[in-house]
């Protein structure tokens, strides 16, 4: 069975200083992955997917996230965090059909 | 394109009465997504539809939700009647055959007193 966990409901960081958001996932099959963003009283927007090409995805406003299958994790980062990127982030996996597996979202706090 | 389109954008009622969301997918996509977001159970997928046909309704909580997408341009999520915890945020997102992502409304933001 599909699963997701993200690793932390709470990440804070400095403007200007890296992000990691973490994320693992359980999957039988070759997965597609995704990450989504919610900002603060806002809808769901595609962050960036994986879906088996190549392992690090470059998604909007200077995301990047690795595909590590030894290590079944889909963690995000961005060299340098900015204030905009105050928001929930969801890791997501897909196998098929549409179903998307949810994480429970990390809240990224960025301090000024 | 405009995007997926939902209304109301927010919605204030009492309990006992009807709540119809509504939700215009992309043009073109053949999925739609009803999903439920709250602070205790994040976002919970309600039911979704293939070429207006519902496939999967297990995650509707109870017979107070119906579900109806009666063309490829509207579908419609009804609770009725309405509880205090059905408070939510009510998001629907549509998919294009052979393409896995979703796009999302908005969203509803329901309040029932």
Not at chain 1, 10 to 19: A, D, F, I, N, R
Not at chain 1, 66 to 86: G, Y
């Amino acid at each position: 069975a599909q699963s997701v966990t993200q690793l932390d409901s709470h990440v804070s960081v400095s403007e200007g200083t890296p992000v990691l958001l973490r994320c693992n996932y359980s999957s039988s099959y070759s997965p597609s992955l995704f990450w989504y963003v919610q900002h603060p009283n806002k809808g769901l927007q595609l962050l960036l997917k994986y879906t088996s090409a190549a392992t690090l995805v470059k998604g909007i406003n200077g995301f990047e996230a690795e595909f590590k299958k030894s290590e079944t994790s889909f963690h995000l980062t961005k060299p340098s965090a900015h204030m905009s990127d105050a928001a929930e982030y969801f890791c997501v996996v897909s196998e098929s059909n549409y179903q998307l597996i949810w994480g429970a979202g990390t809240k990224l706090i960025i301090k000024p | 394109d405009a995007g997926v389109i939902q209304s109301p954008r927010h919605e204030v009622t009492e309990m006992g009465q009807e709540v119809t969301l509504r939700c215009k997918p992309i043009s073109g996509h053949d999925y739609l997504f009803w999903y439920r977001q709250t602070m205790m159970r994040g976002l919970e997928l309600l039911i979704y539809f293939n070429n207006n046909v519902p496939i999967d309704d297990s995650g509707m909580p109870e017979d107070r939700f119906s579900a109806k997408m009666p063309n490829a341009s509207f579908s419609t999520l009804k609770i009725q009647p309405s509880e205090p915890r059905d408070s939510a945020v009510y998001f629907c997102a549509s998919g294009g055959a052979g393409v896995e992502t979703q796009y999302f409304g908005p969203g509803t933001r329901l309040l029932v007193l």
